[in-house]
């Protein structure tokens, strides 16, 4: 049975940062709560995030998506932290039927992980909205992954917010140890190129990210947190401009930047 016809709902996409996100009182933690406050209540939220990274593209179907705590190294209140939303089984059928250029398999362990949840959690903190997790294919190229989103734009008039959550910019061994240090210039720098280019609504120059030269490569040393901002532009229509909710730097070398369409 085909989810039935609403209102468009808007499309997100979340620089999520660290999972302390979840517990601390910062810039960012505060623009995703007034982001939240602005969106219409939607069916249910369709999350693909960078942490649910592997060969093939799956969607959760749990009636209860377990609370996934993918994360070492942090203090126990944050392990302590759940996210008791019910899931969207009639969702994840809907994808499945909508997406014709891939398969996408049907999963029942995953639930929904820290880059899901955390960002959640601010959003709708009473956990009182269906969501749901797709994961993202670590074999695809980059186009692939932009005509997913594309693909996906219908379920926006079915009731279905779809966050994408990653970081533009993501370099874990080059973070520096406090939240607030300066950022680098090369992550500055890309950025700008990423943001320039959705302003403009060049996706092209997006999704040939590889050939943007050596802040590039720094910026995105491996994939899988940039890849959900092609899922978001895949799903931007005619006559939307991205609207920029929070923007900034994290331990030098992680772009927060995030923007709502719709």
Known sequence: ?????????????????????????????????????????????????????????????AERPKTLHDFVGFPQALFEQTYPCPGFPSGAEEIRRTVKTTRV????????????????????????????QMSIDSTKPPKFHYGLGQELSPLRRRGVLILASGNIVHNLKMMAEEQDAMPFSWAQEFDAIARNSMRRGDHGNVI??????EAASLAVPSPEHFLPLLYALGLQEEGERPAFFAEGFAYSSISMRSFRLG
């Not at 499309?11 to 933690?29: K, Q, R, T, W």
């Not at 398999?105 to 269906?130: Q, T």
């Open 208 to 213: 040939a990210y590889g050939k943007l030269g």
């Open 105 to 132: 398999g049907l999963d029942a362990e995953w639930g929904l992980d820290h880059g899901a949840w955390v960002v959640l959690k601010r959003l709708f903190p009473k956990a009182d909205v269906p969501a749901f």
């Open 1 to 61: 049975m085909t989810l039935p016809e609403t209102e468009k709902m808007p499309a997100l996409f979340v620089g999520h940062g660290s999972p302390m996100n979840a517990i601390e009182d910062n810039i960012f933690s505060r623009a995703w709560l007034k982001a939240g406050k602005a969106l219409p209540k939607p069916h249910a939220v369709l999350c693909i995030s960078a942490h649910w990274f592997l060969r093939g593209t799956f969607v959760h179907g």
